[in-house]
């Protein structure tokens, strides 16, 4: 669907359907060469090594969101520079998810605060401001579908709380299994999630007997939707990043964009740190990076589309289902069964 819009009369199409009307041949242009280029980028990043794709990929990346900005607005964009800087004091022995950089929230030229008010423009980035240093192990962290091999890999909690969705007899519920936290203070844990209060009620975790396996998340009645959903249908919480006095949750796509920038960086400008590292790593780190190299080839072009048409599409075989409990027979509803059945017999004077 992408392909789409390499066709200059479509993507008028699609401004005339949005009743965009204010815009000229070099904007047309600017949004086929950049699906193009995207193309082939992506392209490319899958017929490469290591050595290579991530940097491959970054631009790749950048070209599909420069093209997204263009359609949803219907204006050029101003981008200089990426608004990202690595920082230059790394050496062969530092762990790669250790690698640190600064991100240009108020750089207003930058591709990273571009794109962060195209894709997030309910948040005032600039107020995060130029100083704060991140790491690539924040970045593995966020992305969802790295949960399990982030965890596992570097022995910490990930960002991301998975939700399960379950049918009962009344309604749809959400809930955590409570082995997701790892045995780490769930209330804690919960409270890192942005607006979290907001949105739920204080969950209860144990009776005056047992702790619940699960976290049954009940909604406020004016409540914020905080939970997310990947585009293979899993929902899920995020927990924020603290920087400073601040805290912070971006989007995912926000997210792969620093992500990508910092492995193209690296395999790019620092390739006496990278090249042994794609060689001979023996930590399990790199099976870590293959796979969000992985994840953001399948998934960042569906999330794209997805903001371009702002609605959901679903590309994989098997998505998250609700879990369907409907038809099971609690104990709640075994109690209710019985007393309905002794009622009965006793209003026919049966004893």
């Given at each position: 669907m992408l392909s789409n819009f390499i066709y200059p009369s479509n993507i008028e199409k699609f401004f005339d359907n949005r009743g965009i009307k204010d815009y000229d041949r070099e904007l047309l242009e600017l949004i086929s060469g950049s699906i193009l280029q995207a193309q082939e980028y992506f392209y490319s990043a899958t017929i490469v090594s290591l050595n290579t794709s991530p940097l491959l990929l970054y631009?790749?990346?950048?070209?599909?969101?420069?093209?997204?900005?263009?359609?949803?607005?219907?204006?050029k964009l101003d981008i200089e520079n990426h608004g990202i800087k690595l920082e230059t004091n790394i050496n062969s022995t530092t762990r790669l998810a250790d690698m640190?950089?600064?991100?240009?929230?108020?750089?207003?030229?930058?591709?990273?605060?571009?794109?962060?008010?195209?894709?997030?423009?309910h948040i005032n980035i600039s107020h995060y401001g130029s100083q704060n240093r991140w790491t690539l192990l924040e970045i593995l962290g966020s992305i969802p579908e790295l949960k399990l091999d982030f965890?596992?890999?570097?022995?910490?909690?990930?960002?991301?709380?998975?939700?399960?969705?379950?049918?009962?007899?009344?309604?749809y519920v959400e809930r955590i299994d409570s082995s997701e936290f790892n045995g780490l203070d769930i209330q804690k844990e919960l409270s890192r999630v942005l607006d979290f209060e907001k949105s739920?009620?204080?969950?209860?975790?144990e009776s005056e007997y047992i702790k619940y396996p699960y976290v049954i998340l009940r909604k406020k009645i004016a409540n914020q939707q905080i939970s997310e959903f990947s585009v293979f249908g899993q929902a899920f919480l995020q927990k924020c990043h603290e920087k400073k006095n601040s805290r912070i949750t971006l989007p995912i796509i926000i997210y792969m964009y620093m992500g990508l920038f910092t492995l193209g960086y690296l395999s790019r400008y620092r390739a006496a740190i990278w090249s042994p590292f794609v060689r001979s790593d023996s930590t399990g780190e790199k099976r870590v990076i293959e796979k969000f190299i992985k994840i953001c080839k399948r998934t960042l072009p569906n999330i794209v589309l997805n903001f371009i048409y702002q609605t959901t599409f679903y590309f994989v075989k098997e998505i998250h289902e609700p879990l369907d409990l409907s038809r099971e027979i609690t104990e709640e509803r075994i109690r209710k069964i019985v007393e309905e059945e002794i009622k009965k017999y006793t209003e026919k004077g049966i004893q």
């Open positions: 631009y790749g990346a950048i070209n599909l969101m420069f093209a997204s900005s263009l359609l949803r607005s219907g204006k640190e950089f600064i991100p240009f929230f108020s750089t207003q030229h930058g591709g990273l605060f571009q794109f962060c008010n195209t894709f997030c423009p965890e596992e890999c570097y022995n910490t909690c990930s960002y991301i709380i998975p939700i399960q969705i379950v049918k009962n007899q009344r309604d739920y009620i204080k969950p209860r975790l």
